[in-house]
């Protein structure tokens, strides 16, 4: 009977779907295991092979948990909302959800090809007004949430309104805006309901404020940091500019310190944890403000003192993390986009600032921060005044100063930052010596942590710590300054000027926003004739027109019925991807719940994930964002949990081996790769599957590929041409995809499935190689056959020798730990050991197959299902107990012993371990072999070492 992995995948598939084989128990007296993949974003160029790698792996690891009597929940959905569907609209004119839902077939059917144990009776899509509703409560939830500093925890924002009633703001310690007066409840009660409600959104959670953006005009929406490579949208490549927009933003600054501490209680690598800890960049030191001097006039720092004209108030606050400097600063610099650029720019130097501002606007933060050998600025042309000194101290702007982290501004220490030093130099800025005996010249400069501070009269000669504590103390005295706790994370900006995202619930009435009540939700994304933004440069959605809030019949309705009396404006923008991603894992426990985002009842029995699969490139984006919104859901007693994710592991990539082609430069000719040193030439990738395992390609066939090469001319190697192979990302782009259902269909999901385990360590990127992919398939194919022949089954009720005991359960042993290791690869390689050594024992013996079909089942679960079914059973092998490892098969009863003679060895001798020296000595005597080695003489000493070593020394 011979092995078709087609017909047996297609029948087993069918029976897990239509039998719920995987649905997973809210209710049950089995201990719970949660397994969760990042979930896709269904794309139209649909999954290749590199996508399932850690899907195959949570899956092993779900199935194996079953088999050890867990109720495990392992379900998938897709993260639906998002620019690329967006785009394709705006491209071809057709809805993105219908070209979503298009998508996410083909993802489904890609997905269960392969064979996974997902439960699809909790699939959530994040494009569902089913789901997004839940989306659109989280916020109104957090709308109306405040961060109590006394209490470490968000809560209602009607306490705080109890607060301002009782005792006024005073005594309120709160993550809020730092420009809210101090007012008493007396002030409170005066204030009308529109300067309330002011007061509360420079208080609240989810707040609207002005904010540095980076804004795609081509795209005509604002980008997260992780959108945009190289000062360009990763979608589509386009210009990115930093402007000021109205934005909401969430305070996700709230809980930096809790999601620092929390890093503490996971299971997650100490790299991915050291990603988000640089992210949230916590320091310690102090803030410190300058007094900007009048900045009418341009004139010299003598001057500037002798003149005392102190005409506004404007001040500069920095951050310090080493505030015992302050006597080195020589000058400030400010971000190109701080609010004071324009106030104290002088008129001599306005329109170098403004140019240099304008040319700022189009580098991205990111941008920014990684160029650290690009040095530029331009002096605005005031003074600001040392709090100390009262020196007159130069204010620059600098691109290296970002407007979003700290306070957007520096005081510059020369001497004791690189930084500050490069700059002071190239702009022949002075530089103070405040460090006892260390040389600053370039050559010399180093770190100053730890030198003595000889700089004032009340610093002279006290060491980092003692001078910083004085520094602050001084400060204070001044009140110019005072220690603090900064964070490198910033507010989240939550708004996207997209159309293909959550809509929020929230009209305005005179400008300021009100939450549509809960029992309204969802608010539906309307219909709109264009996906671009409008004329005058709304969002999309400012071509809807049903896109208005009557308040009184509680509904949608006619944007041109607003009166702003009883029907307001909608919201224009709408939420960004993350939003739905960060709190999918709680949706999953209670997916059909139409009265709240999960039931007490359900989220008390599955906690949080156990397992958490996905890629590293979500580090400090999604893993923090989610985090952020489990921390403040428990807050507000909607979950039990702290983190949502218990253990997380990332999964490496899978590279593809590309297939390149050289043009010589300016012309459309095409030079082999091994003269191609002869020209001057430039890569350009084409298709793999061109090329043959030789790595030439036929150039007919590359004329008729695309249009750029029909009228192609080619310079060949003695009639044949080769291409160049780079092992890089496997992508569309690179033409370089390798399609997994063609692997499915010609050796099978289960082939797939081990192929990709045995590639190498799940946590490293490993090249695909398809040739070897055929040793799999062969494995697998020695495997059915331990159990049929070309007449059936095969299989005995004998008993089965010690030495297929031993390869069953030392092969039980490894499989177990290399699971629970997660090192899949050596799994593979020990099944492929022991069928090699069970087909030379001629086994068939049912003992040990059938533990061994259970064994290989997380791996290749179809091939599994089958044996076990043809073995005589009727129920699925997907919850039969894991085979229990017994340590007595692996007890040896003999030794092979090394037979040395004068400390060579000679032979081996394969004698029972429970014989005396005696016995030993009297069998080694009497063999052949040790007769003719002797040769007739009598050794002086026979050394035995029971178990180890036999040696007869001559």
Not at 160 to 182: H, T
Not at 281 to 291: E, L, Q
Not at 665 to 689: L, P
Not at 694 to 723: H, M
Request: net charge negative.
């Amino acid at each position: 009977m011979k092995y078709n992995p087609n017909e047996i995948e297609a029948r087993w598939q069918k029976y897990w779907a239509e039998n719920g084989t995987f649905h997973a128990e809210n209710n049950s007296d089995k201990p719970k295991y949660y397994v969760l993949d990042m979930f896709p974003y269904p794309s139209g160029a649909g999954l290749h092979v590199g996508h399932p790698l850690g899907y195959i792996a949570s899956d092993i690891y779900a199935r194996f948990k079953r088999h050890q009597g867990f109720n495990v929940l392992h379900p998938q959905g897709y993260d639906s909302f998002g620019l690329p569907a967006e785009q394709y609209a705006i491209q071809t004119g057709q809805h993105p959800d219908k070209t979503t839902k298009e998508n996410i077939a083909r993802y489904r059917e890609q997905l269960d090809k392969i064979g996974f144990s997902f439960d699809w009776s909790r699939e959530v899509r994040t494009s569902s007004p089913d789901y997004y509703k839940w989306t659109q409560w989280i916020f109104i939830q957090l709308f109306n949430s405040w961060y109590d500093k006394d209490a470490d925890q968000a809560r209602d924002i009607k306490t705080l309104v109890l607060e301002f009633e009782e005792n006024g703001n005073a005594k309120v310690n709160a993550v809020s805006d730092d420009n809210i007066p101090v007012f008493s409840a007396n002030d409170w009660k005066s204030y009308s309901k529109e300067e309330q409600e002011r007061i509360l959104l420079k208080y609240r959670l989810t707040f609207l404020a002005e904010t540095e953006v980076n804004w795609c005009p081509a795209l005509g929406t604002v980008l997260a940091n992780d959108e945009i490579i190289n000062g360009v949208s990763e979608r589509g490549g386009y210009p990115v500019i930093r402007k000021k927009m109205t934005q909401w933003s969430m305070r996700i600054s709230a809980y930096a310190e809790r999601l620092l501490t929390g890093l503490e209680t996971i299971d997650w690598t100490e790299s991915l944890k050291e990603s988000q800890r640089n992210w949230i960049g916590k320091s310690v030191g102090a803030s410190v403000t300058f007094k900007v001097k009048d900045s009418e006039f341009e004139r010299n720092a003598v001057d500037y003192i002798l003149s005392g004209d102190e005409t506004n108030d404007h001040v500069i606050e920095v951050f310090t993390t080493r505030p015992d400097t302050i006597f080195g600063v020589t000058f400030m610099t400010l971000a190109p986009e701080h609010d004071l650029v324009a106030k104290i720019t002088t008129p001599e130097q306005k329109k170098a600032v403004d140019a240099y501002v304008e040319a700022t606007a189009k580098r991205s933060e990111r941008e920014r921060m990684a160029d650290v050998k690009t040095i530029s600025g331009v002096f605005t042309g005031a003074y600001a005044e040392h709090p100390f000194t009262k020196e007159a101290i130069p204010v620059w702007i600098g691109d290296y100063v970002l407007a979003g982290y700290g306070t957007g501004a520096v005081m510059a220490v020369p001497c004791g930052d690189e930084r500050d030093y490069a700059f002071a130099k190239h702009f022949n800025i002075p530089i103070k010596n405040i460090f006892e005996n260390v040389d600053i010249s370039e050559e010399a400069y180093g770190s100053k942590d730890n030198v003595v501070i000889d700089n004032s009269d009340f610093l002279n000669g006290l060491d980092y710590k003692q001078a910083t504590k004085k520094a602050i103390e001084a400060l204070e005295e001044l009140g110019q300054g005072k220690g603090k706790t900064n964070y490198r994370l910033r507010d989240a900006v939550f708004s996207r000027q997209r159309y293909w995202g959550e809509p929020f619930p929230v009209y305005y009435v005179n400008g300021l926003p009100q939450m549509i009540e809960t029992q309204h939700l969802p608010i539906r994304l309307p219909e709109v004739e264009k996906y671009l933004p409008t004329e005058d440069g709304q969002p999309p959605l400012g071509n809807a027109t049903e896109w208005a809030w009557d308040t009184k019949e509680l509904r949608i309705t006619n944007c041109e019925l607003i009166d702003n009396v009883t029907i307001f404006p909608l919201e224009l923008n709408t939420m960004p991807g993350w939003a739905g991603s960060s709190w999918y894992w709680l949706r999953y426990m209670d997916a059909h719940n139409e009265d709240e985002f999960v039931s007490d009842e359900a989220q008390n029995y599955w906690q949080n994930v156990d397992l958490y699969i996905g890629g590293s490139e979500h580090a400090t984006g999604h893993l923090l964002y989610s985090r952020f919104w489990n921390k403040f859901l428990k807050d507000r007693g909607f979950v039990n949990q702290e983190e949502p994710f218990k253990k997380l592991i990332n999964q490496g990539m899978i590279l593809g081996m590309s297939a390149l082609v050289y043009r010589v430069s300016g012309t459309n000719t095409y030079v082999s790769k091994n003269i191609k040193n002869n020209y001057e030439t430039e890569e350009i990738h084409i298709d793999i599957s061109l090329v043959n395992a030789s790595d030439e390609i036929n150039t007919e066939k590359l004329k008729g590929w695309q249009p750029q090469f029909q009228d192609a001319e080619f310079i060949t190697e003695n009639g044949r041409f080769f291409v160049g192979r780079e092992v890089e990302k496997m992508s569309k782009s690179k033409y370089n995809v390798v399609n997994p259902d063609n692997i499915c269909e010609e050796y099978g999901a289960d082939t797939l499935r081990l192929y990709e385990m045995f590639l190498g360590p799940l946590e490293q990127a490993k090249p695909w190689n398809t040739a070897g992919i055929t040793g799999v398939f062969g494995f697998l194919k020695k495997l059915w056959k331990l159990y049929f022949d070309e007449n059936g089954l095969i299989v005995t009720s004998s008993p089965a020798s010690p030495e297929a005991l031993k390869t069953l359960h030392k092969t039980i042993k490894k499989v177990q730990e290399d699971i629970e290791n997660f090192s899949f690869n050596t799994s593979v390689s020990s099944f492929m050991i022991a069928v090699n050594e069970l087909t030379a024992m001629n086994c068939h013996e049912r003992s040990v197959l059938e533990p061994l079909v259970v064994l290989i089942s997380p791996y290749a679960p179809h091939i599994a299902e089958e044996l076990w079914e043809r073995l005589g059973h009727k129920e699925s092998i997907s919850e039969v107990p894991f085979p229990r490892f017994n340590p007595e098969y692996l007890v040896e009863s003999n030794k092979e012993y090394p037979v040395s003679f004068n400390g060579k060895m000679r032979f081996t001798i394969n004698l029972p371990l429970n014989l005396t020296v005696q016995e030993i000595e009297k069998i080694v005597m009497a063999d052949e072999r040790t007769i003719k080695q002797l040769d007739g003489k009598t050794p002086n000493k026979v050394i035995i070492v029971p178990g180890k070593i036999i040696n007869l020394v001559g």
